[in-house]
């Protein structure tokens, strides 16, 4: 079991690009989330998925964010006309069908809008 | 409403117990957790306890949920300095979506 990885790891990008992130959750795990962190405070819910549906969206995610998990295994993370706001880090978490309160998280993809 | 609140810090000396203090306000959460989270890398989920559960002990680790008060405690015992990081608690629901998490504890030892 590799655990749940993120990429890229680090990435900057200018104001008003688009940035796209990836996860992929532990194998044979059917839910996958997302949640965004600033510094000093703890993770807040964006989406999750349930296999390739997408069960739940929270208000921070705009209408610039957009996530997908097409096939039910990995999952990307759009942002689109990024702005300064954006600079977080991203974690993405995935838990498996049986024990599904138990989250198990990646080690996050930092953004940094310059 | 979801809020869950956490002292920000808390200093401890090598070999003392450490206690994490948390508290949640809605009453409906099933699952209660603990996560650590050390520089530079990711979540880690220490542990967790059902609702209807009173504590939960793992090794050097002792939960305690007052659900009357929607109070949750971790207990480090022996505390290490490889327990140097910052402890989250966290609520989630049986719907198994969203986990609502606190602020966070940054726990420092001291020689």
């Known amino acids: 079991d590799t655990g749940v990885s993120q990429d890229p790891r680090h990435k900057i990008t200018k104001r008003g690009q688009n940035v796209t992130f990836r996860c992929d959750p532990i194998?044979?795990?059917?839910?996958l989330y997302w949640y965004r962190q600033t510094l000093g405070q703890g993770p807040e819910f964006l989406t999750y998925?349930?296999?390739?549906?997408?069960?739940?969206k929270s208000r921070l995610l705009s209408d610039r964010f957009s996530a997908e998990r097409p096939k039910g295994s990995f999952s990307t993370l759009e942002i689109q006309r990024t702005e300064q706001g954006d600079s977080a880090m991203y974690l993405c978490?995935?838990?498996?069908?049986?024990?599904?309160?138990?989250?198990?998280f990646g080690p996050g993809t930092r953004l940094t809008v310059t | 409403g979801e809020d869950v609140e956490q002292s920000l810090f808390l200093s401890v000396r090598e070999g003392d117990s450490s206690v994490i203090n948390c508290t949640y306000t809605?009453?409906?959460?099933?699952?209660l957790y603990w996560y650590k989270q050390e520089p530079g890398a990711g979540l880690q989920l220490l542990t967790y306890?059902?609702?209807?559960?009173d504590m939960k002990q793992d090794q050097r680790l002792t939960v305690l949920l007052n659900k009357k008060d929607k109070h949750l405690s971790l207990r480090i015992a022996d505390t290490q300095t490889g327990d140097s990081a910052i402890y989250f608690c966290?609520?989630?629901?049986?719907?198994?979506?969203?986990?609502?998490f606190g602020s966070g504890t940054r726990l420092s030892i001291r020689p």
């Open positions: 194998s044979e795990h059917n839910r």
């Open positions: 966290a609520e989630g629901y049986s719907s198994a979506s969203k986990i609502i």
């Open positions: 978490a995935s838990s498996p069908p049986q024990g599904n309160y138990e989250q198990y």
């Open positions: 809605d009453s409906s959460s099933t699952y």
């Open positions: 306890i059902f609702s209807n559960m």
């Open positions: 998925f349930q296999n390739e549906a997408q069960l739940e």
